[in-house]
């Protein structure tokens, strides 16, 4: 490497996360509205530009606190972003992780460089400063291969789910239905869940059972 050689200058690093949770077996992703240029008062994913003295993920905790006051968020590797001129003010290579949060987290609305957060279903997107829109369509996509080979969606439920809102959810991430019985037979014979003793209404009025994920499974294709 030629340290003097001008086509290394100028050259930055933005972290970038397409923060997803699950409401009433919907899938929303959090946006957040720009102070300040470029894109002012536009929407965006929550991220911005990593620190010189940071590690990757010391940049993703740091900006996903300082734009939403969340903590503990468990991220998971989408893709990066290298075109050259994503950014208007310098070269910015993007690299973009998954997040997944309860609904019930508690999200700042107003920060020292946003004036806005909130929750949008993911058709209901459109518009998003930088590159996001592209970003959001590739995290979408890679949140399908997650689901279906892992069991991330247990960030989404500290509380537990019962089963017709865990079909709402894989439903709503995949893009697809699923037979009610069916669903329920695949899910129970894989071992992923386990019963809690609870019940919960959801979007009915019979109370249903409610199951959490186990901690530790032998993970195959779900569905």
Not at 61 to 72: A, H, W
Not at 82 to 107: C, F, H, Q, T, W
Not at 167 to 173: H, R
Request: charged fraction near 30%.
């Amino acid at each position: 490497m030629q340290v003097n050689n001008p086509l290394y200058k100028n050259i930055g690093v933005h972290v970038i996360c397409s923060l997803f949770t699950v409401d009433k077996g919907e899938v929303k992703v959090l946006l957040i509205k720009r102070k300040n240029e470029p894109y002012k008062d536009m929407w965006a994913l929550v991220g911005g530009a990593l620190y010189n003295n940071e590690t990757i993920d010391e940049g993703f905790k740091r900006e996903i606190f300082e734009k939403t006051g969340l903590k503990n968020v468990d991220l998971y590797l989408s893709n990066v972003e290298s075109e050259v001129n994503r950014s208007p003010l310098k070269r910015m290579i993007a690299v973009n992780y998954i997040g997944l949060i309860d609904k019930e987290s508690s999200i700042l609305k107003d920060t020292e460089k946003t004036s806005n957060a909130d929750w949008f279903i993911l058709d209901n997107v459109e518009s998003l400063a930088y590159d996001h829109e592209k970003i959001l369509k590739i995290a979408r996509e890679n949140l399908k291969k997650l689901v279906l080979s892992s069991t991330a969606l247990k960030s989404l439920f500290p509380d537990g789910f019962t089963m017709p809102e865990l079909q709402k959810t894989y439903e709503s991430i995949l893009n697809k239905t699923f037979d009610r019985r069916n669903f329920r037979k695949k899910i129970l014979t894989l071992g992923l869940i386990k019963e809690t003793n609870k019940t919960e209404i959801f979007n009915g009025k019979k109370p249903a059972k409610k199951y959490e994920f186990n901690d530790s499974v032998e993970i195959k294709e779900i569905l």
